[in-house]
């Protein structure tokens, strides 16, 4: 069985700075895709950050510029550094991965419990 469990979320001021942590655990042979996304209360839930093997990683026009999302593919972990934090950024951030299993099994798609951060002016 695969999980993903985030961690890192907390309370910041404004232009603070806070890291999250995308951990999977269970059978991987391989995560080719992870994707961080975050849905603030009465909104429906947007991806911010994603990273793709061979593509382009990518970042919503919202945090292009503040937030960086890298992998460490030994530790099955992926990270959001997020810089300059602003309260229109609080939100529950949950990570979500295409993982595949085995060698040659097919791919599915796996989410988080999600993790809050909460902006303070």
């Known amino acids: 069985q695969v999980q993903l469990a985030e961690s890192g979320g907390g309370l910041v001021q404004t232009g603070g700075s806070l890291r999250l942590s995308c951990a999977a655990s269970g059978t991987i042979s391989a995560m080719p895709i992870v994707s961080w996304h975050r849905q603030a209360p009465g909104k429906q839930r947007e991806m911010v950050a994603r990273?793709?093997?061979?593509?382009?990683?990518y970042y919503s026009d919202s945090v292009k510029g503040r937030f960086t999302i890298s992998g460490d593919n030994a530790k099955n972990t992926v990270y959001l550094y997020m810089n300059s934090l602003q309260p229109e950024d609080t939100a529950v951030y949950y990570c979500?991965?295409?993982?595949?299993?085995?060698?040659?099994?097919?791919?599915?798609?796996?989410w988080g419990q999600g993790t809050q951060v909460t902006v303070s002016s």
């Open positions: 979500s991965a295409t993982i595949r299993r085995r060698a040659f099994s097919p791919t599915a798609d796996y």
């Open positions: 990273i793709a093997y061979g593509n382009p990683t």
